[in-house]
């Protein structure tokens, strides 16, 4: 059997148990009920049946069959569970926090109970934040490159929130959304919930194959496009500037509205102007302050062009009605006194750092990411399965994160994440030596 074929059998299993197409307690054909519907060797079958098995999917009973797991996705594997065991290092999620960043938030505090506009925090907010708030996010995204008036932001909880309140306002359930074929889980948690059809699009070393957007769109009626333009989640490029033009060129021509997400966008130090610096018309701008400053400061913004705003602002109001006033006055704050600005200098200068780390300990193993970026992929090589290792890894207390989470095609790569930012720096390279170990051990199976 030719191993395309015996990884398609494995593959298929899994995606049907992993979905719930097959419940846990289902019992699977026998080994011989397999060979015979496949049309594979006996002994493929009992080795398609192994795979699962390391793989956490199955269990044998002797005497009664193969049978679907019951069992908890381990850490990394899936959106949903971001809880992480006590004493597990974190190569899954990032919430990179500098030293002394608490100490920062003790003094916001007492600096916000001693001014005179505390009353008024503990009442309804406008849905779409104060004026004075969102004319502190607007000189900040100035900062960006993104020109916007404080008209045009909204201020959500968190970037999330913004990508939730910018689809319920602009999309409707059953519209074609282009994306990339590897991209940001949490949106890909939307379209499932907000019932979107997500078209991948074809990935290549420096953004989407833009070709294949095109061809999509005189296809099929396409309605937006989401994208990360300035490093992208999980492969780290940044579309230069060629690219971002003729992006929007095609948007303009099939009638696209761009969904741009910039929550990384931070690390990069130089990057061309943001796609709503180049067509506001067209483009929804996303971003917040998790990965910036921290992930508890729940603060996002939304720039959108004034057409959008009063759906946004509608959407707010049906989700939260509006931003925690409380965080908002810290994160408006920080933004207005440079906090943010000195913050951001010190994650790309520590992002560095981890890079490097992550380029030493894994050299000679295929690394994709940006040298300022939080995370890493690595595609994994020959043989190797990113399942099993990364329940290899769960079992020495290692969460990471398979490519399953990230793609929205039918085919799945072999390939893991790793997030640098959580992990303390000191435990890091040992922590990467590990990962190492198991992939290259993993590989020889």
Known sequence: MAPARYKAVVDAFAFDIRSGRLPAGTRLPTHRQLAASEGIA?????RVYAELEAMGLVSPEQGRGTFVRDRTLPPGHGIDQQSVAAGTIDLNFNYPLLPGQAD??????????????LEALLRYQPHRGRHRDRAIVAGYLR????????????????AQ?????????????????????????????LARTLRLELAPLPVTQHGPDLDALDQLCARRPVRAVYTMPTLHNPLGWIMNAPARERLITIARRHGLLIIEDATYAYLA???PPPLAALAPDVTVYVSGLSKSVATGLRVGFVAAPASAVPAIERAIRVTTWNTPAITT??????????????LEALKRDDARTRQSIARD??????????????????????????DRIATSLSRQRISVATAEPYAITTHTPQAI????????????????????????ADACL
């Open 42 to 46: 006996l002994v493929t079958a009992s």
């Open 417 to 440: 994440r790793l997030a640098l930012g959580s992990a303390d720096l000191p435990s890091l390279r040992a922590t990467l030596g590990t990962v190492r170990q198991v992939v290259e």
């Open 329 to 342: 006055a810290i994160a408006c704050q920080w933004l207005a006194d440079g906090t943010v600005g000195r």
């Open 269 to 271: 130090a130089v990057a």
């Open 361 to 386: 300990v894994l050299a000679g193993l295929p690394q994709i990411g940006h040298p300022s970026s939080y995370f890493t992929w690595l595609p994994l090589p020959e043989g190797a399965r990113a």
């Open 161 to 189: 929130h913004g990508l939730a309140t910018t689809i319920m306002a602009t999309l409707q359930a059953g519209d074609v959304v282009a994306a990339d074929a590897l991209t940001y889980p949490g949106f890909k948690a």
């Open 104 to 117: 920062m938030l003790r003094g916001a505090l007492r600096e916000l109970a001693a001014s005179g506009d």
């Open 143 to 158: 900062q960006s490159g993104l020109d916007v008036s404080a008209e045009q932001v909204l201020i959500v909880n968190g």
